[in-house]
């Protein structure tokens, strides 16, 4: 059978590279993958993690999500157009008070996150449409579904792509196309240090000391041990992608990491609100040492697991 064309964003590190090395590197050779990157100076991470299958099963192209050009000349330049698998991973993160951002940082973040994922769509679904079959899969995340405190516009935009997606999944359905929202929680990949190092060097005097401090002090503090405790790595999630996109009738929703499943239920449990929200506000104001218990907690055993799977290995177990 032809191998499926792949054609992922974002590939110059982080979810997209793993993503892109692990489908090339299929077993059963089901994949041909279009790794995909605005920055082709970027390239070499990505090669040198491709090995043996670049320019076999996986070939690098130019592609920016926000811009119609970059998306078109690489769309055409793919025989016959054919994309079976469309995966929109490019995406950037913004945290801070939004006193501190301009509204250029902000149309920056919906421009990648949300328009870069229309115009990709608006790219390959007609063709998908007559060929009456497809696959689109979004990275989206936990923020697509629950806010966290100092990431309003990152959430936003995810928020942005989930309501695109549930108001387009009608049109797909009746031209038995596929849409997949991936929704993953902390993922440790560059993503989380370039939005740390930008609010490192933000410039938080257009906010009041308290902003600041709740930013600074707790909001950038929990999360470094949330990302250490809970972070999954971007292995893991493309792991979950292989999953999704090989199963016969894929589901409209995934999340990736299981301890952000309750997390989110929160919100159906009380739809007035009071129950997620009272929870974080708890959690990170009230709370705040249980909260870290917790997480060091988790992280030990996690890493005791991760020391028994060896062993099992080393052993020949597993
Ligand atoms: N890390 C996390 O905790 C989580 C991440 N996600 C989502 O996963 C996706 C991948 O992020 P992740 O791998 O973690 O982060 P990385 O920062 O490692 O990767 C992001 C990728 O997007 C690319 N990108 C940014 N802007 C554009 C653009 N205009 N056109 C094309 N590519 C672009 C970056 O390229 P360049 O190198 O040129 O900047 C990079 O290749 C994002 O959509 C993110 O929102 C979801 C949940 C959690
Ligand atoms: C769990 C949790 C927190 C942090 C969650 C974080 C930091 C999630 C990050 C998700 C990302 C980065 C998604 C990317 O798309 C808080 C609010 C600190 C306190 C309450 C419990």
Known sequence: MDPLIVLITGCSSGIGLSLAVKLANDEQKRFKVYATMRNLTKKEALEEAAGTTLNH????????????????????????????????????????????????????????????????????????KKRRSGHIVMISSVMGLQGIMFNDIYAA????????????LYQTMKFNIFLTLVEPGPVVTEFEMKTHEEAMRGDYSKTDRETADMFMNHYLKNTRAVFSSLGQTPEDVAEHVLHVITKKKPQFRHQTNQVYTPVTALKHADPRGGLANDLFYKLVFQHASLMHASLHAIKLIRWKAHKVQQGARMLGLL
């Open 157 to 168: 935009s995810k928020f942005a792509v989930e309501g695109f997606c549930e108001s387009l």
């Open 57 to 128: 099963t996986l070939e690098i192209k130019k592609l920016d999500v926000c811009c119609e050009r970059s998306i078109k000349e690489c769309v055409e330049s793919i025989p016959g157009r054919r994309v079976d698998i469309l995966i929109n991973n490019a995406g950037v993160g913004l945290i801070g008070p939004i006193e501190c951002q301009s509204l250029e940082e902000m149309q920056r973040v919906f421009d990648t996150n949300f328009f870069g994922v229309v115009r990709m769509i608006k790219e390959v679904l007609p063709d998908m």
